[in-house]
């Protein structure tokens, strides 16, 4: 066989064997289950947990709402909540990235999903369609979560005022978008989260559903192992910059000399900010930290995290939250 046969043969092999990829990744993945048949009841109480998941521990209200970029910690209007929020482009994501809206609008929102495919999809990571869901929507954490908080969600949705808001689908670039059909993972069990007597355990709980994300540095959408917590993570939004803070227990260039108070303070300091008052953002205070609704987040919840990341292994790691921009010269 002479060399161009060769070529021949070998791409012919090489675009079978491509194929054949193609078609075990469509067939095997996303990994899934029907959604099961179940109706939450949508008690008092479970509609206050919901309510409380919804805007402080788990910020779905921060992913999930049109934000405000002209407006400090780019605030969610309050008005909207929940209708959805296409995330700007300098952000720097592997596509356009499109957290829909989740109100019961029945055209534009989840208002004709059961509630059996609304539990899958927020901690099984599955559209209403099939479709995997881009790891960014944190179900990996909220796998974590107890039944009883997944239906006080499912309550609290529920009971959302529906928001007309057509809004673009997610669109991955190679090759997250094929990476990311491997991401979901059923729940066979129900889970049992560590509660918070357990401070060190629960508070690795809630920080990892409120914070990892945003204060470690991602490489095509995952985190980069070894560097969770260490900040670093950049957010561009139009004119502004702000990179997360180094969270782990560095005396230096992280938390390690921060005590318990000053850091819940750093927290309630927000507590009177409100979409009315909230200040213009210039790039001295630009931030995507949201900042409003963790401001309210209960104080025990608060210290249990201060207790998970003070058991952090430290990591050096200087950031400059609000970096001085070059001039542009021309
Ligand atoms: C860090 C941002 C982020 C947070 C926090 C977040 N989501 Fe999402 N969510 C997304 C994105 C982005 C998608 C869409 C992913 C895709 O299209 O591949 C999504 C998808 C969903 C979907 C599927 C909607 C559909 O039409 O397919 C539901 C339901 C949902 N999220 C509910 C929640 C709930 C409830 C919470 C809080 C417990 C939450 N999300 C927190 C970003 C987030
Ligand atoms: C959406 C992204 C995002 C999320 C989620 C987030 N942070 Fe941040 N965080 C930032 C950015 C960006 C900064 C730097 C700008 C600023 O100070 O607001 C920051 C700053 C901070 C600071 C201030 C550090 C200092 O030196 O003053 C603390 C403390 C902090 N984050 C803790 C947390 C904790 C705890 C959580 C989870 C409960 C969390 N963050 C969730 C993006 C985020």
Not at 114 to 143: C, H, V, W
Not at 241 to 255: C, K
Not at 290 to 318: C, Q, T
Request: aromatic fraction near 10%.
């Amino acid at each position: 066989m002479g060399l161009k046969h060769l070529g021949i043969a070998a791409s012919v092999c090489l675009g079978a064997a491509a194929t054949g990829a193609a078609a075990f990744i469509a067939l095997a993945t996303p990994k899934s289950q029907p959604a099961a048949a179940v109706r939450v009841q949508p008690t008092p109480e479970r509609i206050e947990r919901g309510r409380y998941l919804f805007h402080q521990l788990a910020d779905c209200a921060g992913c999930h709402s049109p934000r405000d970029p002209a407006k400090f910690a780019m605030i969610a209007d309050p008005a909207r909540t929940g209708a959805g929020f296409v995330f700007p482009d300098e952000l720097g994501f592997p596509g356009r990235i499109v957290a829909p809206n989740i109100t019961p609008d029945p055209g534009t929102g989840i208002g004709r999903w059961t509630d059996g495919e609304k539990i899958r999809a927020i901690r099984e990571g599955i559209s209403r369609d099939g479709r995997a869901l881009f790891a960014f929507m944190p179900f990996r954490q909220f796998a974590k979560l107890s039944d009883e908080d997944i239906h006080s969600l499912v309550a609290y949705l529920n009971s959302l005022p529906p928001v007309r808001n057509a809004l673009p689908r997610t669109a991955l670039r190679f090759p997250v978008n094929i990476l990311s059909r491997f991401e979901p993972e059923p729940v066979l069990a129900p889970p049992k989260p560590p509660g918070p007597a357990d401070r060190v355990r629960y508070g690795e709980l809630l920080a990892g559903m409120a914070c990892i994300e945003c204060h470690t540095e991602l490489d095509n959408g995952r985190l980069v192992a070894g560097r969770e917590f260490a900040g670093g993570h950049e957010f561009a939004v139009g004119a502004f910059v702000a990179r997360s803070a180094n969270l782990t227990p560095d005396v230096e260039t992280g938390i390690g000399g921060w005590t318990e108070e000053r850091f819940v303070r750093r927290f309630r300091d927000y507590g009177n900010l409100a979409y009315a008052n909230a200040p213009r953002a210039v790039q001295a205070n630009f931030t995507v930290m949201p900042w409003y609704g963790f401001a309210h987040m209960k104080e025990d919840d608060l210290r249990a995290i201060y207790a998970y990341l003070r058991s952090l292994r430290p990591v050096y790691n200087p950031v400059a939250h609000h970096p001085q921009l070059a001039v542009q010269s021309n």
